[in-house]
């Protein structure tokens, strides 16, 4: 069968949406990888009907596509390809939807006063006056918190008012994007759990150690794996997590507390060099398998 990868950038940017590796998994599997790239793809209705074309030729058919989101900015203006792709009958694992609050660290808090799912003590504010209240309020330190960072670019953290009033002035004056200040989750000693969900399970999770100097753990910040057993707990959250985010494939980010463990990210594209690493567990087989799996239904 045909399997589409399909990444949110050109395919010299594409190196975090691990397509090569994917495609080589399902090459090994028996099966024809198709690479797709947004920006390679036009949609064009004439006459009342859509045409696709990648590449300037008529996209073939694809009996299932891998979605790796791996771009940076407002989902908004990612919408479409996915969308009219899937509006054209291709199946799209993640489907659209996902993304918007995946991709959305203000979405995910805004969905999480409704959907339940526990995270840090947190506040929204445009302004550095706003922003310096609300740190009050949580009790420093604090983490700031841009709405579309990614790979830890875009976190801070900010142990005091003297640290944290000159970059909330400047993030907020940069780009005058709503700053999400939460509370630094201290319990959880710069550690940081890792759970990647597969069609509602989960296929492997490691604990991630922040580098010395950062409290981020992102393994492309330099962050460590280590081998770890998920608790109970710890595993229905990341499952209820994927699931409310509708996320197919998902990488969940939980962080301990006294009180229980937290959501701190839900992420559609996740990585897994690191996690192959640490757990030998394939997980682009795992990927790709569950691709096999919804084209043969
Ligand atoms: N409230 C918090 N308290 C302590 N550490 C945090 C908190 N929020 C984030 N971090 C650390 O920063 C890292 C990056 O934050 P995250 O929200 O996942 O952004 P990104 O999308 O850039 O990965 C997390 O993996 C975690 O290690
Ligand atoms: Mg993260």
């Keep these: 069968m045909k399997i589409g990868i399909l990444a949110f950038s050109d ?32 949609f064009i209705r004439t006459d009342g009907k859509l045409v696709i074309t990648h590449n300037g030729e008529p996209l ?12 940076l900015e407002d989902p908004s203006s990612h919408a479409y390809p996915a969308q009219l792709l899937e509006q054209a009958g291709y199946r799209i694992i993640n489907s659209w939807p996902s993304y918007w609050y995946a991709k959305n660290k203000l979405e995910q808090h805004v969905t999480s006063l409704t959907n339940g799912l526990p995270m840090a003590r947190w506040a929204i504010a445009k302004r550095t006056s706003e922003i310096m209240l609300a740190a009050d309020k949580i009790g420093f330190p604090v983490v700031l918190k ?4 990614s790979f830890g670019r875009g976190v801070f953290y900010a ?5 944290l009033r000159p970059v909330a002035d400047y993030l907020t004056s940069r780009n005058a994007m709503p700053i999400i200040v939460e509370e630094f989750l201290a319990d959880a000693d ?5 759970v990647f969900v597969v069609d509602g399970k989960v296929i492997a999770s490691m604990e991630r150690t922040a580098p010395p100097g950062d409290i981020r753990t992102n393994t492309s910040n330099g962050g460590s794996g280590a081998t770890y057993q998920l608790s109970d707990r710890e595993r229905d959250l990341a499952l209820k997590a994927a699931k409310e985010y509708q996320l197919e494939i998902g990488g969940i980010d939980l962080m301990y507390t006294k009180e229980g463990p937290v959501v701190v990210e839900v992420n559609a594209n996740p990585g897994f060099e690191e996690l192959q690493k640490t757990t030998n567990v394939s997980i682009a087989g795992a990927i790709v ?9």
């Design 289 to 297: 398998d569950y691709a096999i799996k919804v084209a043969t239904k």
């Design 190 to 194: 710069r550690k940081d759990i890792r």
């Design 11 to 42: 395919p010299q940017f594409a190196k975090y949406a691990f397509v090569e590796e994917i495609a080589a998994t399902i090459e090994a599997k028996g099966h024809v990888p198709v690479r797709l790239y947004t920006p390679q793809l036009a």
């Design 146 to 149: 841009v709405s579309f960072g």
């Design 60 to 71: 073939e058919k694809i009996d299932v596509i891998i979605a790796r989101p791996n771009f």
């Design 159 to 163: 142990d005091s008012k003297e640290v």
